[in-house]
């Protein structure tokens, strides 16, 4: 996206931001058009170093071979993830973009973008997307714990509430639990 693209979503936002505070006089109102302080911003390494261990998760490893097991070819699964990964980085990096430069969260970007029932939509999809995955994500990491120690299916409810339980908690408390845990498991 070139900065005149850049420079559009920024004016339009300020005109959002314009418009919600006249309708809002009451300075207490929670402002979802303002920019995110400088003051709150992360350290670009301790977030990469965060995505990396998420990219590098047990997970990940069994989605790449069952993708390499069910294609008939080397060169056609590589492709595949290639092709797949690729699409995923070039909307991540556009988004990433536009959020760093307008400083705004992905809410905030949907809502300038889609209005608020088009904003609600799409986060009820990501909603239920994400649900699925995470439930996906949480029995392939059950189903490798139980392998690694071989243990029987009977475990297979505690370990995924076990597991279940700590990915929730990191994700309340945010990028230092992460941190931690990323510490902890290196």
């Given amino acids: 996206?070139?900065?005149?693209?850049?420079?559009?979503?920024?004016?339009?936002?300020?005109?959002?931001?314009?418009?919600?505070?006249?309708?809002?006089?009451?300075?207490t109102t929670f402002d979802e058009f303002s920019s995110i302080?400088?003051?709150?911003?992360?350290?670009w390494v301790r977030v990469a170093l965060i995505f990396v261990t998420a990219a590098l998760s047990l997970?990940?490893?069994?989605?790449?071979?069952?993708?390499?097991?069910?294609?008939?070819?080397?060169?056609?699964s590589v492709a595949a993830i290639a092709c797949g990964n690729g699409m995923l980085a070039l909307v991540a990096s556009a988004t990433g973009m536009i959020g760093s430069k307008t400083?705004?969260?992905?809410?905030?970007l949907a809502r300038i973008a889609f209005g608020d029932y088009?904003?609600?939509l799409l986060n009820g999809t990501f909603c239920l997307a994400l649900l699925g995955w995470f439930g996906v994500n949480l029995?392939?990491?059950s189903q490798c714990i139980?392998?690694?120690?071989?243990e029987n299916d009977?475990?297979?409810l505690s370990v995924e509430l076990l597991g279940g339980l700590v990915m929730t908690l990191t994700t309340m408390y945010g990028i230092q639990a992460l941190e931690r845990v990323s510490l902890f498991l290196a």
Wanted: glycine share 6%.
């Fill in 139 to 141: 029995n392939i990491f």
């Fill in 146 to 150: 139980l392998t690694t120690f071989n």
């Fill in 59 to 76: 997970p990940s490893f069994v989605a790449g071979m069952d993708v390499f097991a069910t294609q008939p070819s080397l060169v056609f």
């Fill in 103 to 108: 400083r705004r969260n992905s809410y905030g």
């Fill in 1 to 27: 996206m070139n900065n005149e693209g850049l420079l559009l979503v920024a004016e339009e936002t300020q005109l959002l931001h314009q418009e919600h505070q006249a309708q809002h006089d009451d300075s």
């Fill in 37 to 43: 302080p400088v003051t709150n911003d992360q350290s």
């Fill in 154 to 156: 009977m475990l297979l």
């Fill in 118 to 120: 088009g904003a609600a």
